[in-house]
């Protein structure tokens, strides 16, 4: 049977991460690799287990997000799109079976907030794990000085993740809420950067949230902004 594990060893798999890391790294964009693939992977799981979903559906859910941002690989543009494709080819040559590939192209193919919403658990579950990663270690090393400052204040997407010193994602299954509490150092940026950037993904997990039945949340600095 295919799981994360099979996907962490599998070379074709790993040589496509890292090609996508490279491009984004080339692109400027903020931190897509291990660290953010992993932590989503780990958050979704969270999240569809919380869920009472079967082991199998937490299974593909994790897959999912561990394989969501593949595309950029091929290119930026439209990598939802391309990174579904590309994933369920790559998981059916591996033999898994055609109806869990499925399910993960599903979902990869609607994680982005340009296009996507979410139409499965699977799907919904990626999403909030996804969008609700903001925090300084997507900051990349090339843009901090040596006393870990940052460089250049004026690219807003890296001020903002500069600025979130803590993220925590919590799933209450008894409240049936997923709360983003988020710690922000004012000094940098203020509540109005974070929602211009993060706005959409915000209705995006509220959305999400509410196709499985959940409140989704927002707090910033002990106040409570969604």
């Known amino acids: 049977m295919i799981t994360l594990e099979t996907l962490k060893k599998n070379v074709e798999v790993q040589t496509l991460l890292k090609a996508e890391e490279k491009q984004l790294q080339v692109l400027g964009y903020t931190e897509h690799s291990l660290r953010h693939i992993t932590l989503t992977a780990k958050r979704a799981r969270e999240i569809l287990t919380k869920l009472g979903c079967p082991q199998r559906e937490v299974e593909l859910g994790e897959m999912a997000a561990y394989l969501h941002d593949i595309g950029n690989a091929v290119n930026r543009m439209n990598h939802p799109h391309s990174g579904a494709i590309l994933a369920y080819q790559v998981l059916t040559k591996l033999g898994m079976a055609y109806d869990e590939a499925a399910e993960i192209m599903l979902a990869i193919g609607n994680h982005d907030e340009g296009s996507g919403l979410a139409v499965s658990k699977i799907s919904a579950a990626l999403i909030i794990a996804d969008k609700c990663d903001v925090h300084?270690?997507?900051?990349?090393?090339?843009?901090?000085?040596?006393?870990?400052?940052?460089?250049?204040?004026?690219d807003i997407h890296d001020r903002v993740n500069y600025a979130v010193t803590e993220n925590q994602l919590i799933v209450d299954e008894k409240k049936k809420e997923i709360l983003l509490k988020l710690t922000v150092n004012t000094d940098i940026c203020?509540?109005?950067?974070?929602?211009?950037?993060?706005?959409?993904?915000?209705?995006?997990?509220?959305?999400?949230?509410?196709?499985?039945?959940?409140?989704?949340?927002?707090?910033?600095?002990?106040?409570?902004?969604?």
């Open 136 to 154: 300084r270690s997507r900051v990349r090393q090339s843009k901090l000085l040596p006393n870990k400052h940052l460089k250049d204040y004026t």
């Open 190 to 226: 203020s509540p109005m950067d974070y929602f211009e950037i993060f706005l959409q993904r915000m209705r995006m997990c509220l959305g999400a949230a509410q196709f499985i039945g959940y409140a989704f949340k927002l707090e910033i600095n002990d106040y409570m902004l969604l």
